[in-house]
């Protein structure tokens, strides 16, 4: 009885240790081959923006943005409007037997990646912008600097 008292106890703390994950939304992009602004950004349902700079920013490192209650409700509107859960997954390169969605493959260009985990959920868009002529890059193309715009990444990432 004292053994199954501990281990019990023992589970609901392993419980406790590891909550499920908070809401939240990231934008990340990569470099290229030269400057592209190479960043991260997450923002929390509770209104915590963090910010990571990685290279050639206007701020490089992590920093906590000023916080902002409605950003990540703008921001699963926004989503919404977009149809960002119809997306595909990964507008890029494909692994073998796997069919593109480009009609023309670029290298050496960025990628942006957003992601967003909601309610148990969690789609993620990775975009290399090599990738061009598929469904919807326009729209793709246009959520993610609204994002950025909603986001008031200009300041930190720079233009």
Known sequence: MKYA???LSF??????ANPSPADAFSMETTTCF???PAYRVDVFSDGVIVYR????????????????PDLFQRILRLL???SFQKFRDD???????EESPCSEEWTDHPSTVLSLQFASNIKTVHHY??????????????????????IDLRDYVGT
Request: overall charge negative; hydrophobic content about 35%; glycine content about 16%.
């Open 5 to 7: 008292v501990f281990l």
């Open 11 to 16: 589970i609901s703390i392993g419980l406790m």
């Open 34 to 36: 030269g400057t592209c």
């Open 53 to 68: 700079g990685d290279a050639h920013t206007k701020l490089v490192g992590t920093y906590r943005l000023p916080s902002n």
């Open 80 to 82: 919404d409007e977009n």
């Open 91 to 97: 507008y890029g390169w494909v692994g073998e037997g």
């Open 129 to 150: 912008h090599g990738c061009k002529g598929f469904d919807r890059e326009e729209e793709l193309e246009a959520l993610e600097k609204t994002l950025f715009e909603l």
